[in-house]
């Protein structure tokens, strides 16, 4: 089991830069392929992009390919998720979850909310 705990949201402008963290509290965050996800008010939540356990493959969902990157420091139980070029519809609560290979995240943190104003 691990105990995820994002932050690093907050308010930027339009075109301005943020870099959220997860950290696992608990646990060691090396066992399991992270996600980053993100939920916008009256919207399903979406996913970001994710990064394999080594850190080696990352994937990105189209619409932040090119702005946002993933990557990981499994020596501080830590995956980071650097967001350039921020847009307004970039506005949402940005969770983090872990899946241990089975195919499904199974923890999730309590999210971290970034607003990018126009």
């Known amino acids: 089991q691990v105990q995820l705990v994002e932050s690093g949201g907050g308010l930027v402008q339009a075109g301005g830069s943020l870099r959220l963290s997860c950290v696992a509290s608990?646990?060691?965050?090396?066992?399991?392929?992270v996600g980053w996800f993100r939920q916008a008010p009256g919207k399903e939540r979406e996913f970001v992009g994710a990064?394999?356990?080594?850190?080696?493959?990352?994937l990105t969902t189209h619409s932040v390919k090119g702005r946002f990157t993933i990557s990981r420091e499994n020596a501080k139980d830590t995956v980071y998720l650097q967001m350039n070029n921020l847009k307004p519809d970039d506005t949402a609560v940005y969770y983090c979850a872990a899946d241990r290979g089975e195919g499904a995240y199974e923890y999730w943190g309590q999210g971290t909310q970034v607003t990018v104003s126009s």
């Open positions: 990064v394999s356990r080594s850190g080696d493959n990352t």
């Open positions: 608990a646990g060691t965050l090396d066992l399991y392929t």
